[in-house]
């Protein structure tokens, strides 16, 4: 049985019942909030975690908490306290069950576009790779920051219960901000400038933006989205000229990987518990396939990407563009085996020409 | 131990020396954050023979270097396949420019699947190692080693 400070009810008999202006004091913290007392963590190694706090009652996360309020979750609660509005209040809304360790993974594994990246390192490029790293980090710096936008949409309704989920999330727009910040700085750094922004892109953010749940937008976001988007941050070793873009590539694609795993066991979860929510999310991954596919075979987009990718405009044909038939092979092959791993198998379903691209789809099924 | 001498890379040896010297210097690593990667090295010999080795980081300390025996790979979260030729080069060109370059990186060597493979049996594993990958690299670049 939990110790609750409900043993010091008969404590400090002569507090004094009012302030001396008159205000009415509460004591009640003091004699007994009817929460968990005495908690005693063990510490690990690297200090004290989320995990490690995730004790007693406070680590009991409920399927469906009682209160809509701010309140801390394992606090004493006044019944007064007014509804936040919340409308993901089950548990199969939003957690993960590696949230937590994401978290501890994400503050301690910060990084700072403004010294961590190498710029002083830079060189001039020819005038075509140039171009298109700058295109390329034009397209990024607009789609990054929706991985910032649409967990701003949803935290604030979230149930407060749901605290680490919401948490991680917070290092979520914190990464997507400084990886909006690395492409602008990586655009503007070198002689180069900011290009063109397509429809394709703005078209795939919106059918994010518009999910009408937040596990319908978390698939679309987190396991299609950001592992496209992780992909090719895995292929900026391929892509990069300098050593300079390949740390930056490197160190957002660490971000990034977090992102989709959250995402990936986000899924899982609510599939796992609650099985009706399968169709709704395949409803999601069918309308973003499509726009993700319309987003990849962009003009700007895939020409930029197989220009870096040959190295320059010369090879672009014998190099650039069968090194992005392999890359956007691997890249596929990867989502698809992320959504296995979720529970929501795409194989049977997906509209993705996986024979035209060489997926095997045994290989995925293993 | 001497550079020259170093390069027999399908050795605990070496592994416990990067291990050594990653450990000596955790400070080093404290700008990357904390690391849990349970990851395996497998490198297949011209003879056919294949050497394979664990290598568990931890916080910022590697807590366990060991050889390991044929499947045991599968138990880590993921582990990286190669020609014994493809290790030996990437650690030459670590020890030639002081960190891997070109095409030299694990993350460079994996993407294209063809030089070296990254495996795992759970994607969830795998992309572990996209989310430690650069701790890795720097791990891995510690063979750069000195005497000290």
């Known amino acids: 049985m939990a110790q609750t400070t409900h043993d010091t009810q008969e404590s400090y008999p002569d507090l004094p019942d009012h302030s001396p202006i008159g205000m009415p004091l509460d004591w009640t913290w003091l004699r007994g909030a009817k929460s968990e007392w005495g908690v005693h963590p063990k510490l690990s190694s690297r200090g004290l975690t989320m995990m490690d706090i995730a004790v007693g009652s406070y680590g009991e996360v409920p399927d469906s908490p009682p209160h809509r309020s701010m309140a801390p979750r394992g606090a004493d609660v006044d019944d007064d306290t007014p509804d936040m509005g919340y409308i993901l209040n089950k548990k199969t809304d939003v957690w993960a069950d590696n949230v937590r360790e994401l978290y501890e993974e994400a503050v301690a594994r910060q990084w700072s576009a403004t010294r961590d990246i190498p710029w002083a390192e830079l060189q001039e490029l020819p005038s075509d790779v140039e171009h298109a790293m700058c295109q390329l980090c034009t397209t990024l710096s607009e789609v990054e920051m929706i991985a910032s936008d649409l967990p701003a949409k949803w935290m604030w309704r979230m149930n407060h219960d749901f605290l680490e989920a919401k948490m991680f999330l917070c290092t979520q727009i914190m990464d997507e901000a400084r990886h909006a910040e690395v492409f602008r700085k990586r655009a503007l750094s070198n002689g180069g400038g900011l290009l063109k922004s397509s429809s394709g892109a703005s078209s795939l953010l919106r059918t994010i933006l518009d999910a009408g749940t937040y596990t319908q937008a978390t698939a679309l976001l987190h396991l299609l989205g950001e592992g496209f988007v992780l992909d090719i941050f895995r292929q900026g070793e391929l892509i990069s000229p300098t050593a300079v873009e390949k740390r930056m590539f490197r160190m957002a694609m660490q971000d990034e990987a977090r992102h989709v795993a959250y995402g990936t066991m986000h899924i899982r979860y609510a599939v796992e518990h609650d099985p009706d929510v399968i169709e709704e999310i395949h409803e999601a991954l069918d309308r973003g396939e499509m726009a993700l596919a319309e987003f990849g075979t962009s003009p700007d987009l895939s020409t930029a990407l197989a220009m870096l990718l040959a190295g320059g405009a010369e090879d672009i044909e014998e190099k650039g563009f069968p090194l992005q038939m392999e890359m956007s092979k691997k890249l596929f092959s990867s989502y698809l085996a992320r959504c296995e791993r979720a529970g929501v198998s795409r194989l049977e379903r997906t509209q993705l020409p996986l024979s035209l691209l060489g997926i095997d789809l045994d290989e995925i099924k293993q | ?148």
């Open chain 2, 1 to 148: 131990m001497q550079q020259d001498t170093a390069l027999r890379v399908d050795s605990v040896e070496v592994f416990d020396t990067l291990a050594t010297k990653l450990n000596a210097r955790p400070e080093q690593y404290q700008v990357l954050g904390d690391a849990y990667l349970d990851i395996a090295f497998v490198m297949r010999r011209p003879d056919n023979s294949v050497f394979r080795i664990r290598v568990c980081f931890e916080d910022l300390s590697i807590t366990k270097v060991a050889e390991i025996a044929e499947g045991e790979e599968e138990n880590s979260d993921c582990w990286l396949e190669a020609d014994l030729s493809v290790w030996e080069a990437m650690f030459a060109n670590i020890r030639e420019h002081g960190q891997a370059t070109g095409m030299h990186t694990v993350n460079a060597l994996t993407m294209r699947g063809v030089d070296m493979q990254l495996r795992g049996s759970d994607p969830m594993g795998v992309d572990r190692f996209s989310r430690f990958n650069q701790t890795l690299q720097w791990f891995l670049e510690g063979s750069n080693y000195d005497n000290t």
